[in-house]
């Protein structure tokens, strides 16, 4: 695999893929299997969470409790992991209605073996002050070149920390960015002088990050965007563009996005299946 820098810098015709919390569709989400069959798919990044348990070691989970995922009205953070090994994942995104599987909660070091090699990882630590140990164990697992951490970057004195942690263990630290027409040209520049290879993005219009595409590409920066329902801006959601690829994904990617993470990877995969014919 290319380190994750040159692969996020390369030029490209069709968007690049992230799977929410692994492709869980035939798997339970964050677990190992989902981040395999990520990679199974050809999907080039695996979004994953990380939680640290009450004896110290981080884990993989997105919900402050383990209701939705492990049927248990819980604080995720309130067990060892021994006790979290010992409960089993819901199908796909989980919830009452799903079934439990014989998956396990997977602890970070064995999310980052099954990526290894074979898939790009991008990790969202729930806690900040996680974030350095979950650095150092990306260093310990030698895949400092193929991960992102990524932290929140509005102000001068965030873009410092980011510098900071990844100076500390050389992986790639992803700011997440809001862009509005008032403050794009003062965040880009903050950015380019961070050295970002990548910002994931939110917007108050389209035509902010559209209108500005010549100034990400010249400050080296890949312009990621979320089309999840629950989170994506001015209606460009999933569950519209798994109907209309084009009017979502498209319009994306006419503004300059290259990186689309999504729950609905399989769409995304076979409209950017249609528009490699095309090219």
Not at 211 to 235: I, M, P, Q
Request: with cysteine.
């Amino acid at each position: 695999m290319k380190p994750y820098r040159d692969f996020i810098r390369g030029v490209r015709a069709t968007p690049t893929i992230v799977a929410h919390r692994g492709a869980w569709h035939n798997a339970p989400e964050n677990s190992v299997q989902s981040i395999l069959n990520a990679a199974e798919a050809g999907y080039e990044i695996v979004e994953i969470d990380v939680r640290r348990s009450r004896d110290d070691v981080l884990f993989i989970c997105h919900d402050d409790t383990l209701e939705r995922m492990a049927g248990m009205d819980v604080p995720a953070e309130s067990l060892t992991i021994a006790e979290l090994k010992e409960l089993r994942l819901k199908a796909r995104d989980g919830g009452e209605n799903q079934p439990f599987t014989e998956h396990l909660i997977p602890t970070l070091g064995e999310a980052l073996e099954a990526a290894k090699d074979r898939v790009y990882l991008d990790i969202d630590v729930k806690i900040g002050r996680d974030l350095t140990d979950a650095s150092r164990l990306v260093s310990d697992y030698g895949m400092s070149e193929h991960v992102d951490l990524k932290v929140k970057v509005q102000t001068a004195e965030q873009a410092s920390l980011l510098l900071e942690l990844q100076q500390a263990n050389g992986v790639m630290v992803m700011p997440m960015t809001r862009f509005e027409a008032h403050n794009v040209d003062v965040l880009i520049d903050l950015l380019a002088e961070t050295g970002a290879s990548i910002v994931e993005t939110k917007f108050d219009d389209l035509n902010t990050i559209a209108s500005r595409a010549d100034r990400f590409r010249e400050a080296g920066l890949a312009v990621w965007v979320n089309t999840l329902d629950g989170v994506a801006c001015c209606g460009l959601t999933d569950t519209l563009g798994a109907q209309e690829p084009a009017a979502v994904w498209g319009r994306l990617m006419d503004a300059g996005v290259s990186v689309i993470q999504t729950d609905e990877p399989e769409a995304l995969q076979a409209y950017r299946s249609q528009l490699a014919k095309v090219a």
